[in-house]
Structures are given as structure tokens and as C-alpha cells.
């Protein structure tokens, strides 16, 4: 993975002797250590890679990932006790005046291990990394495109799934399952199937509430590709759909359509964010849209970046983000709908290709 090391390095402004990308217990594992190693199995707790303005790197990890690290074609240190692991964290480091940490992803554990073992500066580049990582590369959207692919098929598949009677937590069930089925490692994070009034609720999971004819039904999912993360989000109605359910519906569909055609090189963030939040509240449901329109997605979820106004990013080639535009009403329901757009050097694509029309149930 020369080439992200390369990447990471031109982006800072620092002299630095080295990177060190360093993992805790899980969950606290930095995602930069597989962008760096292109590692696809293992956990790597207590692991850590080591990257050098040269383009090699040295990684340290316990002797039960062993195999696992060796993928990675790079030299690979086993240590078994921790003060093994000092003693090579001294060694590396010797000689050294400017260490580059990223400190968003790095417990004030595996920081101090850091301090023990070197004098140098310690600095922090997590700012680099996001960086890094929001332009993906020819393999990352290899991984994204199948982890979107699986995604959008359970989403279709879930339409001729669903009945009233039903609980929200079958829903979610069945679509981790069907992911499985078509390759998906995993759960790119908690499935979100609610009904009804808990559609109101952006970030609500699933729980135990009864599908009924009338409800509207959000499902929100992405499925893990070696290592790579899809999002997607879909809303049907279970029956016919009132006046009302359509007119949300149709402001939604309409503010994700608009703002995704805007996305293309050179553009900001927040413009794209704008057009969603402009077209929703010159509607009867103005205010009830209360989140950003997006988020980058890759390694993780939220990878670091987003379409929103808090967020001063300008779209280039490679960038991929979440649009979900959403209308929430409280005590009566929600819709959103969302998908993961790549952006291309002439305007994007769409990753996620799942039917995006109402749906009655
Ligand atoms: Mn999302």
C-alpha cells in the first residue's frame, strides 16, 4: 500500500521521521491501520503499523495475527509480552525528532505507551488521514461498489418480505441475513427498521413495536465488503398511502434527486446540503429536516468528512458520500431516503441502485 503512504505523506505539511498508527481493544481500533496494511482479516488489537516518508512501514502485532499481518508485504515484528512490545516501540523510534499520531482514533493508553518510549515531538495529523481517506482509490471503490451492490438488492428483496403483523426487529433480522447470504461480512452498523411514529426518529434501531397497514416503514442498513461500508435507506408504506405519506415522500425524493444531481468536482459541501434543505423547508414541512444530507463512508460509517454546512470540504474525483435527505414528524412519522454517490471527474454516480420510488406495500 505504497501509494496510501505516499498519499498520507504528501498531505503533510510536517517534517516527520514517522506515522504511527496505533490499535487498543476493540472498539478501539484505528481504521487507518487496514487503510494503510490493505489488511482484510484479523482483529489486530494492541497492533500497530509504523509508515516512513520512504514508503515502507513496519508492523507490530501479537503472535496470533501473525499469518493474517503477513498479507500485508511488510515486515511484521510478533511480540508476546508488553514490555516486548516498549522495547520495539523504543527501538523504532530511536533517533527520531517528529513522530506523526492520529489522535482521533488513539486512546490516551496507547498515547502514553508512545511517550514511554520516544523524546521526539509527538504530532498530531489526524486532520492528513481524513483527508487521505476521503479520495478513495481504484481498490477502495472496487469494495464500496459491492458493498453498495449487496445493499440495494436487500433492499428490493425486503419489499416483497414485508407484512403487517410482523416486528420491527424480524426486519432487521432477515436484512443482516440476506447481506450475509450475498457475501456481506457483517453489518456496516445497527440496522435501523422502524414503524410508524419510531420512523420519526433518525436514529432510532429496531424494537419489538407490531407493523400495521398505514405505517410507513424506514429501513436503514449497509452491509461490510472487506472492510468497506455501504448506507443505504429506503421508506415504504405497508398499504395504500395517504395524501400526506405521498406529499412527504415526493419532497424527499425531490430534495434527494436535486441535490444529487449538483454533486461534481468543484463544488462545496454545503452547497449540495443547501439545495436539500432549501427545497424541504419551502414546504409545509419546513424545519423538519434536521440532520446534514451526508456523510463520507469507506473504512467506516461517518468517515470524517460530510455534506453539511459545519463541513468546508469542495468535491473531488473519488469522494464518497451519503445523500439521505429526511422529513421527521414527531409522534407520527418519518421518510428517508438515502444512497452512497461516488464522485466522478464530471459529476457522479450512484452507487446504491436500489428502486427509489414510493412503494405500497
Ligand atoms: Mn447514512
Given at each position: 500500500m505504497k501509494k496510501r503512504i505516499k498519499k498520507i505523506y504528501d498531505l503533510v505539511d510536517d517534517d516527520l521521521d514517522s506515522i504511527i498508527l496505533y490499535n487498543s481493544t476493540k472498539p478501539h481500533i484505528d481504521l487507518s491501520f487496514y487503510y494503510v496494511t490493505?489488511?482484510?482479516?484479523?482483529?489486530?488489537?494492541?497492533s500497530a503499523v509504523l509508515i516512513y516518508p520512504d514508503q515502507t512501514a513496519d508492523i507490530l502485532t501479537s503472535k496470533l495475527e501473525e499469518e493474517s499481518a503477513k498479507k500485508a508485504d511488510m515486515p511484521v515484528t510478533t511480540v508476546g509480552k508488553r514490555d516486548e512490545r516498549k522495547t520495539w516501540l523504543k527501538e523504532k523510534f530511536q533517533g527520531m525528532k517528529r513522530i506523526g499520531v492520529?489522535?482521533?482514533?488513539?486512546t490516551y493508553h496507547a498515547y502514553m505507551n508512545i511517550k514511554e518510549a520516544t523524546d521526539a515531538e509527538i504530532i498530531d495529523i489526524s486532520d492528513v488521514i481524513i483527508e487521505a481517506r476521503n479520495l478513495k482509490d481504484e481498490d477502495e471503490l472496487k469494495r464500496l461498489r459491492k458493498a453498495c451492490k449487496i445493499a440495494s438488492r436487500v433492499a428490493e428483496q425486503m419489499i416483497d418480505f414485508?407484512?403487517?403483523?410482523?416486528?420491527e426487529y424480524d426486519l432487521a433480522a432477515e436484512i443482516s441475513y440476506r447481506m450475509r447470504k450475498q457475501?456481506?461480512?457483517?453489518?456496516?452498523?445497527?440496522i435501523i427498521a422502524s414503524s410508524g411514529?419510531?420512523?420519526?426518529?433518525?436514529h432510532y434501531t429496531a424494537g419489538d413495536r407490531v407493523i400495521e397497514k398505514g405505517d410507513f416503514i424506514v429501513l436503514d442498513f449497509g452491509s461490510l465488503y472487506k472492510r468497506y461500508r455501504s448506507d443505504i435507506t429506503r421508506t415504504y408504506v405497508v398499504g395504500e398511502a395517504t395524501k400526506k405519506q405521498k406529499k412527504i415522500y415526493e419532497t424527499v425524493l425531490k430534495a434527494h434527486n436535486e441535490a444529487s444531481e449538483?454533486?461534481?468536482?468543484?463544488?462545496?459541501g454545503e452547497t449540495v446540503h443547501n439545495k436539500a434543505a432549501e427545497i424541504i423547508n419551502?414546504?409545509?414541512?419546513?424545519?423538519?429536516?434536521?440532520?446534514?444530507?451526508g456523510h463520507s463512508i469507506g473504512?467506516?460509517?461517518?468517515?470524517?468528512?460530510?455534506?453539511?454546512?459545519s463541513v468546508d470540504v469542495t468535491l473531488a474525483p473519488g469522494m464518497v458520500y451519503t445523500v439521505e435527505p429526511g422529513i421527521y414528524i414527531p409522534g407520527y412519522g418519518g421518510v428517508r431516503i438515502e444512497d452512497d454517490i461516488v464522485v466522478t471527474e464530471d459529476g457522479c454516480e450512484i452507487l446504491t441502485d436500489a428502486n427509489r420510488d414510493l412503494v405500497e406495500l
Open positions: 490493505g489488511l482484510v482479516n484479523g482483529e489486530f488489537e494492541g492520529n489522535s482521533t482514533e488513539l414485508i407484512e403487517p403483523g410482523m416486528k457475501g456481506g461480512s457483517g453489518d456496516a452498523f445497527d411514529p419510531n420512523s420519526a426518529e433518525p449538483m454533486i461534481k468536482p468543484g463544488v462545496k419551502s414546504t409545509e414541512f419546513k424545519g423538519r429536516f434536521t440532520h446534514g444530507l473504512l467506516s460509517t461517518h468517515d470524517g468528512s460530510g455534506l453539511s454546512p
